[in-house]
């Protein structure tokens, strides 16, 4: 037995309305061939990948971060929150696949597979593998406040899950029939660890799959990584003690819901920064001569992503050309290079800062 999905109230659904409005606009906004969205994307990724690991307790810098989501660097054995968040990043590309897979079909073996993606790194705790004994959720103070079912339990479960995702409650809001996803594998809880991480990936993959956003613009984890003691308290007061699905799933699905909406308005009002933030910068390069590439440059050293590999692939241009590009911008003062050989990166500098946010 499932969680029945809930019916929603009419404020519930005026709050649909307007995130249907809302989506519509940041649709158009994120289709467009702007040149400052492959920055905005990468950022954006990284963001929501490092929220959704630090709930979890994995926290690695910024800069790290878009590296490792970006794939211009490696974790190495031992990082474990490098590896955390190489291994979530690895299960969102798998997640981009999956939603544009014209013969895509729910199995058990999607889910299993989309957890060792993420838990691979952590060879002890079964990645990809059903839990064989009791998981509970503790609490600050080493309490247990949520027993899941038994591990006998678990594939059957599982298998209800699956065939829900695959054909339940398919004429429900996509929003909402993702936060129902991942209250059903969360309640479950079938892996040993990983848990909160697979379920907000499967919310990931249902809402990709429902053709609304790209992964990395449909996603709640930012906000639930900023929210994340409330994220437990609506979960635990959802779900309760043990494993109850006669419980009413109505105030988690409203969690979700206003979550959805303050991450809208949220990429929508990044989206509009972005443009300006480029606009400003197309200034500057046009008041020296230089050609429109370097402005890549520039909004990348403003998200601390400038490399000159990351460069080059982005303004399709040789690594011979993006080392010239580069150090011309360090010689004008606006660049401050940071290493050296492949490490290398560039940083913005004050009078760079300053061009990007004056509005003249």
């Given at each position: 037995m499932l969680f029945a999905t809930p019916p929603l109230t009419s404020t519930l659904e005026r709050n649909l309305h307007?995130?249907?409005?809302?989506?519509?606009?940041?649709?158009?906004?994120?289709?467009?061939?702007?040149?400052?969205?492959?920055?905005?994307?990468r950022v954006v990724r990284a963001t929501s990948i490092t929220q959704s690991t630090g709930i979890e307790g994995f926290h690695v810098s910024e800069h790290d971060a878009v590296a490792l989501v970006s794939g211009e660097a490696r974790a190495d054995a031992g990082e474990t929150d490098r590896q955390a968040v190489e291994c979530y990043a690895r299960a969102m590309d798998h997640?981009?696949?999956?939603?544009?897979?014209?013969?895509?079909?729910?199995?058990?073996r999607v889910i299993l597979d989309l957890h060792y993606d993420t838990c691979a790194f952590q060879r002890g705790h079964d990645p990809g593998l059903w839990r064989r004994g009791p998981v509970g959720i503790v609490d600050s103070r080493s309490r247990i406040v949520y027993q899941a079912p038994d591990a006998g339990a678990v594939p059957g479960l599982m298998f209800d899950?699956?065939?829900?995702?695959?054909?339940?409650?398919?004429?429900?809001?996509?929003?909402?029939?993702?936060?129902?996803?991942?209250?059903?594998?969360?309640?479950?809880?079938?892996?040993?660890?990983?848990?909160?991480?697979?379920s907000r990936i499967v919310q990931s993959l249902v809402l990709a799959r429902s053709?609304?956003?790209?992964?990395?613009?449909?996603?709640?984890?930012?906000?639930?990584?900023?929210?994340?003691p409330a994220y437990y308290e609506i979960l635990q007061r959802t779900h309760g003690r043990t494993y109850a699905p006669t419980r009413d799933a109505r105030p988690w699905v409203a969690f979700c819901i206003r979550a959805h909406l303050d991450q809208a308005r949220r990429l929508l009002r990044q989206v509009d920064a972005a443009a300006t933030r480029w606009e400003?910068?197309?200034?500057?390069?046009?008041?020296?001569?230089?050609?429109?590439?370097?402005?890549?440059?520039?909004?990348?050293?403003?998200?601390?992503?400038?490399?000159?590999?990351?460069?080059?692939?982005?303004?399709?241009?040789?690594?011979?050309?993006?080392?010239?590009?580069?150090?011309?911008?360090?010689?004008?003062?606006?660049?401050?290079?940071?290493?050296?050989?492949?490490?290398?990166?560039?940083?913005?500098?004050?009078?760079?800062?300053?061009?990007a946010t004056r509005s003249q």
């Open positions: 307007e995130l249907d409005g809302l989506r519509g606009k940041l649709t158009r906004e994120t289709d467009r061939a702007a040149p400052w969205m492959g920055t905005l994307r997640v981009g696949v999956l939603a544009r897979d014209p013969e895509f079909t729910w199995l058990d899950v699956v065939e829900w995702l695959a054909g339940g409650d398919l004429d429900v809001h996509p929003v909402v029939r993702a936060a129902m996803a991942h209250l059903h594998v969360v309640s479950v809880h079938p892996f040993r660890d990983g848990n909160g991480r697979i053709g609304l956003l790209a992964p990395e613009f449909g996603s709640i984890e930012e906000y639930l990584g900023e929210h994340t400003r910068l197309e200034r500057l390069a046009e008041r020296r001569g230089w050609p429109d590439r370097f402005v890549i440059a520039l909004e990348q050293s403003l998200f601390g992503v400038c490399g000159r590999t990351g460069y080059a692939r982005e303004a399709d241009v040789s690594f011979a050309t993006a080392s010239s590009d580069l150090r011309r911008m360090v010689e004008a003062g606006l660049l401050i290079q940071r290493g050296r050989g492949p490490a290398t990166r560039y940083e913005p500098s004050d009078a760079l800062r300053a061009a």
